[in-house]
């Protein structure tokens, strides 16, 4: 009986549907591994199709191509176990499963079946997948291995505990895709160490990097010891391939002496029963190389929000074949961030800034965002406004005959800026990137087909007072102004009209803010949010406005989601809704 084992855990960016671009990187990183000297490796779930293929689950040419990449994959792997996050299909073909091979001397040794479905919030996976029954615990190499997926490990009392219980495991490995919200990290790691404390395994939770649409996949894979005490970690929100060496001498000496491991196995009553899995032992590499473990750097609040824009930003760009983004600068703190994001995530080169004054424009805020260019390095153009506004008043004005000036003339100038920036992006093909704020997007402080008019809204989930904490973030960490000081400092305005402000149609962000949260993200009634402390009329007058700009929001461009209750799949309300609470 073996007390070593070396893991290697391939934290990778996969892209949804592109089969043979994932079925590539994998191999890629089985070698990596073999060199590395590793005896099992594992990537994320549903790592040949990438996650999460919606639809494409549908169609029964894409599970096809799935199953043969996955045979192609078997063939190849011959020196090492992996385990690969595929599409499993029922023999008749009745049923699809969310499963992950073991890979094994040339052919497909085993299947594990994912047991619990998510079906909440972002997840909608009992709409295509059919529920496994039984976890999976494997033995090799004289050490007992429980292999379950995501969900499975989320879930309190379930598929890991009886595979740890019940199977005897002593090294749990969940394979996941779970995506990022801020704070997430600590959650997983409060979420891996109950089983490795409860059943006394270690735990290696392995999980998918990259942007998908509104989501972001940090990363941020690990290992728990049977204390649930970290031994090894992956950065956040980069490929990685991480060598852990285990002994496993650990754990059976821990089960042998604690009173607590024996009573709980005793006691225990598993609500599954496993099945059981022998694999055969493979030539060992005897002369494994030694392997610096480092540690990674944990982000603080705001960076780590961050960078889970600037991934989510640049595989978005990316992966949907743009090269280069365009972006209206007003001067603003919203198009300042959402400049920079871009920046870091495509390169200086790859960013174009536009400035499109009215007459109302400020020379501040031209001489502002003038300043922020030459910051970050990117080119930009002014296209003034002037003169298509007028003519747009001029060919109205016969209708609008009677009428004084309001708010249709402020979204005229906002549409306009629209229409230019996507005339450039037709034209030169360059993708348009939104600027608006969640704060706004949620009362409706924004243009339908002008401010919200682009191919993708980086900072959506994103509320006003976390945007100002983000640029000073920027600030500090390059020790020198990215965002000049006179954005920071000035109060925000969309310049529409003359000295406007937004406080004018709004409460004090930090107000608006903390309402949005208690509301949006935490789904809390108008009664409750008052019962904190809050002023009735403005509770109401914010719960109202997010209630009926529903429309908006549904026409928005996607976003990365950085909160737990991001507008889109986390919260889907009906356009046409008389309800109120």
């Not at 996976?125 to 969900?151: A, H």
């Not at 285990?246 to 821990?254: E, H, K, Y």
């Not at 229409?419 to 997007?441: D, Q, R, Y």
């Amino acid at each position: 009986m073996t007390n070593q084992i070396r893991l290697a855990l391939a934290q990778i960016n996969t892209t949804v549907g592109d089969l043979e671009g994932n079925t590539n990187k994998i191999m890629e990183y089985i070698r990596k591994a073999e060199d590395a000297g590793a005896d099992i490796v594992l990537f994320p779930e549903l790592t040949i199709t990438g996650y999460f293929p919606e639809d494409l689950l549908l169609k029964k040419k894409f599970i096809e191509v799935n199953k043969l990449s996955l045979k192609k994959l078997a063939i190849q792997n011959q020196k090492i176990l992996s385990i690969v996050g595929f599409v499993d299909e029922a023999p008749d073909k009745s049923k699809i499963y969310n499963a992950a091979a073991i890979l094994q001397a040339g052919k497909v040794s085993g299947v594990c079946h994912k047991i619990c479905l998510p079906n909440y919030g972002v997840f909608d996976e009992k709409r295509y997948f059919t529920s496994g029954t039984q976890p999976l615990v494997f033995d090799f190499q004289g050490i007992k291995f429980g292999l379950n997926i995501c969900e499975d490990i989320w879930v309190p009392d379930g598929v890991a505990e009886s595979q740890g219980m019940s199977g005897d495991a002593e090294i749990i490995l969940s394979i996941s895709a779970s995506p990022y919200f801020k704070q997430k990290r600590k959650e997983r790691l409060a979420i891996a160490s109950k089983p490795a404390k409860f059943t006394r395994s270690i735990v290696a939770y392995l999980n998918l990097v990259g942007g998908q649409d509104e989501l972001v996949f940090d990363g941020n894979s690990f290992v728990v010891d049977q204390r649930g005490e970290v031994m090894f970690e992956c950065a956040q929100f980069d490929e990685q391939l991480l060598i852990a060496d285990i002994d496993i001498s650990q754990v059976r000496a821990f089960r042998k002496n604690d009173p607590d491991y024996t009573r709980n196995k005793s006691n225990y009553k598993s609500h599954y029963q496993p099945v059981f899995l022998s694999l055969p032992t493979l030539t060992k590499n005897t002369e494994k190389k030694e392997i610096q473990y480092v540690a990674p750097a944990i982000f603080s609040e705001y960076e780590e929000i961050y960078r889970a824009l600037i991934l989510g930003t640049r595989d978005y760009v990316r992966k949907n074949t743009f090269k280069k983004v365009v972006i209206g600068l007003s001067g603003g703190i919203d198009s300042a961030l959402v400049a920079a994001i871009a920046t870091e995530a495509l390169g200086s080169e790859n960013v174009i800034g536009v400035l499109m004054p009215s007459e109302i424009t400020s020379t501040a805020s031209n001489q502002d965002a003038i300043a922020l260019a030459d910051n970050l390095g990117i080119e930009y153009k002014i296209i003034a406004i002037k003169e298509p506004f007028n003519n747009y008043k001029k060919l109205l004005a016969e209708h609008f005959a009677g009428k004084p000036e309001d708010i249709t003339e402020e979204n005229l100038q906002a549409r306009i800026r629209g229409n230019i920036l996507m005339a450039l992006s037709n034209k030169l093909g360059w993708m348009v990137l939104t600027t608006g704020n969640k704060s706004e997007t949620s009362v409706g402080y924004c243009t339908l087909y002008g401010d919200m008019a682009g191919g993708f809204a980086v900072i959506k989930d994103v509320k006003k007072t976390t945007v100002y904490k983000i640029c000073e973030m920027i600030n500090q960490t390059a020790g020198k102004e990215i965002i000049p000081n006179e954005i920071l400092t000035k109060p925000p305005t969309a310049e529409l009209r003359p000295d406007q402000k937004d406080e004018d149609s709004l409460p004090p962000y930090d107000l608006l803010d903390a309402i949005l949260e208690e509301f949006v993200e935490k789904d809390k009634t108008i009664g409750e949010i008052i019962a904190l402390g809050y002023d009735e009329e403005t509770v109401k007058k914010i719960a109202n406005l997010v209630d009926i700009n529903e429309y908006k929001r549904r026409q928005a461009a996607p976003g990365v989601k950085i909160t737990g209750k991001a507008f889109g799949k986390d919260r889907r309300m009906p356009i046409t809704n008389r309800f109120r609470i």
